[in-house]
């Protein structure tokens, strides 16, 4: 994988991903504030409508008076008559929140670890990455069940879980970039000047082990997403009525055969920002062209 | 090489000896006592009281585990408490169908892996190349069960070719068993074959640069009989490691394809322990796959530093 077929100048597929991760996380955040129809009230009138179904119907207003509600389902309605492009836009933010926490823990603790062992090598380095060894042991879904499963599942529980895993390849790809810089000549004149190990970890070599380090982070992404998908699933993840893609399609996989569409929607989504958030870290990957991006 | 075995030897046995302490700590910290949740609903207090016993809960901790890890290494795993099989036997019986299920979709995913890798090697660059790549690239990014669900959607529901769902023992004849593996096997090769072409491609490249190609073409030998029989080999180092780590991985990470799929493997084992909270089960599958996988990796780093010498030396420097 040293070289890759993306050119270092942005092609379509890296505007393609770019627009679509910047859509997707927009929706996520303003969700509540859209014009949407609720993610779990369930029109048991209209189980699996197809998609563009308009619905009205007579409710009473506050006055007592009856007026018709005119409801469109834009993406149809799954097995419960729920609205599936609701659901799929609520969805994101289960998604985005662990595709994006979990790296975010892993750069932090991994960067950290990283640095220390790289920097000061002896022992710190020999206890720390035989830890890192003993974590990365463990297969890494069947970790995720027996957590989930010994835990509860819940998204609190599915992030730490998926953190701890992701902390030991952070931390490989932060100490051998720092091993990299650490006998550099900036590196030696800023101790020279006075500087503390601390001050040149923070302002010399975490600088340069950034991007790198952002690289591997982005290409996580999308395999986090997946993840989340996968134990969603399997009903381990995040729990009902609280919509999520795997949770929507593993609704949909029930009715393949008559209504394919509930489980489709949600797995094409899932899969346009997975290829999303990879496209941008393989052209990330090959900007710095680093081959611990791969580690 | 010898140092070089006892090292990695030794990081094994640390290396079990953590997942089976990290394993057996899990159960010890289950939210809530495991006497009661095993005893289950409308249970009497001499119930539990004889669950804790049997289970050995009121004992130390340290010495539990040291007499736990002397059983399970007698491959004492206890007995489910849904079905009070043997836990051991429970997954010998599905061992057979998980390795089946491994075999068959490492071999599709290599049936689809070399030829494009070659290909693409070969006419790096081009637009062949770019389209292969980018064909890769996108599989990568479909979820295996999402690509089972497809998979399903075309093969079963629209044409009707093959079974969406069931297990045929291979008692009741090979081609029915083969069968029932087309559809979970290709759900895992499809999405697998990216990766493996990619590491595949990118050995070629630099393999198709040495000398002894450029000798082989000059001497006018057929560029198909160049690629297959000079290049493949030199190339497949890494192809090999990947390979051997991925079937790691897919003792236990082909857990939802064989749930899908109604395949009796451990994975789906695993899953139904878990619905029915069966944590003996739960554990001995845990243990087993984990310790699977990690001597799995270890053959691979031993196969691979065989191959490659220079891995032997390279923690010296």
């Known amino acids: 994988m040293a070289e890759s077929f993306h050119k270092k100048i942005p092609g379509i597929s890296f505007w393609f991903s770019i627009t679509w991760i910047i859509l997707v996380t927009t929706i996520a955040i303003c969700a509540d504030f859209l014009p949407l129809l609720e993610y779990d009230h369930m029109d048991w009138d209209n189980p699996e409508a197809s998609p563009g179904t308009c619905v009205e119907k007579q409710v009473n207003d506050n006055n007592g008076e009856q007026i018709y509600q005119k409801k469109i389902y834009l993406l149809g309605t799954d097995t419960m008559g729920r609205d599936i492009f609701t659901r799929l836009i609520f969805g994101t933010r289960i998604s985005l929140t662990i595709g994006l926490a979990v790296p975010v823990i892993g750069l932090i603790f991994g960067g950290i670890f990283g640095m220390l062992a790289g920097f000061y090598r002896g022992k710190i380095e020999t206890v720390m990455m035989a830890t890192m060894d003993i974590i990365l042991a463990f297969p890494g879904i069947v970790l995720m069940l027996a957590i989930t499963f010994y835990l509860g599942p819940g998204i609190k529980n599915l992030v730490i879980a998926l953190g701890i895993l992701v902390i030991p390849a952070f931390t490989r790809v932060a100490r051998a970039n720092t091993l990299k810089f650490a006998q550099s000549e900036f590196v030696q004149a800023a101790r020279m000047m006075g500087q503390k190990d601390v001050g040149i970890m923070i302002f010399e070599i975490l600088p340069n082990i950034l991007i790198p380090m952002a690289a591997y982070a982005l290409m996580l992404v999308g395999y986090m997403i997946m993840v989340e998908g996968v134990l969603s699933f399997l009903g381990l993840g995040v729990q009902a009525p609280v919509p999520s893609w795997g949770g929507m399609i593993a609704d949909g996989k029930e009715v393949l055969d008559q209504a394919p569409f509930i489980a489709l929607f949600p797995s094409f989504i899932m899969f346009l920002t997975v290829l999303s958030f990879n496209l941008m870290g393989d052209y990330l990957r090959n900007l710095v062209d680093t081959k611990e991006g791969q580690l | ?277 069966d944590y003996t089960v739960v554990q001995g599958c845990i243990l087993f796959i984990t310790i699977a996988y990690v001597m799995i990796n270890f053959f691979v780093d031993i196969l691979y530093s065989i191959l490659d010498p220079r891995i032997r030396f390279q923690n010296r420097t």
Request: hydrophobic share 55%; net charge neutral; charged share 15%.
């Open chain 2, 1 to 277: 090489m010898m140092v070089f075995l006892g090292k990695k030897l030794f990081r094994l046995i640390v290396v079990i000896l953590a997942v089976t302490a990290i394993t057996f700590l899990m159960v010890n910290f289950l939210p809530g006592d495991i006497a009661i949740t095993t005893a289950g609903f409308g249970a009497s207090l001499e119930d539990v009281e004889a669950i804790r016993e049997d289970l050995g809960l009121n004992k130390n901790i340290v010495l539990r585990y040291t007499l736990w890890l002397f059983d399970a290494a007698q491959g004492r795993l206890g007995q489910s408490f849904l079905t009070d099989e043997p836990v051991l036997e429970a997954i010998s019986q599905r061992l057979p169908v998980t390795i089946e299920l491994m075999i068959i979709s490492q071999m599709f995913a290599l049936m689809l892996a070399i030829p494009f890798g070659i290909i693409s090697a070969y006419k790096s660059g081009t637009n062949i190349d770019k389209t292969i790549n980018t064909l890769a690239f996108s599989v990568m990014s479909i979820p295996t069960f999402v690509m089972a669900l497809l998979l399903i959607f075309a093969f079963s529901l629209k044409v009707n070719w093959l079974p969406a769902t069931g297990y045929v023992p291979f008692s009741e004849g090979f081609w029915l068993n083969i069968k029932s593996f087309l559809l979970p096997g290709f759900s895992i090769a499809l999405v697998e074959w990216g990766y493996l072409m990619r590491i595949l491609r990118s050995d070629m490249i630099s393999t198709l640069q040495e000398d002894y190609i450029l000798m082989a073409k000059s001497k006018g030998l057929p560029t198909v009989y160049i690629l297959f029989k000079h290049a493949l080999r030199p190339s497949c180092f890494t192809l090999i490691t990947i390979l051997g780590i991925q079937v790691g991985h897919l003792i236990g990470g082909a857990v939802i394809v064989e749930n899908i799929f109604a395949l009796p493997g451990i994975g789906s084992l695993l899953i139904a322990a878990i619905y029915g909270r």
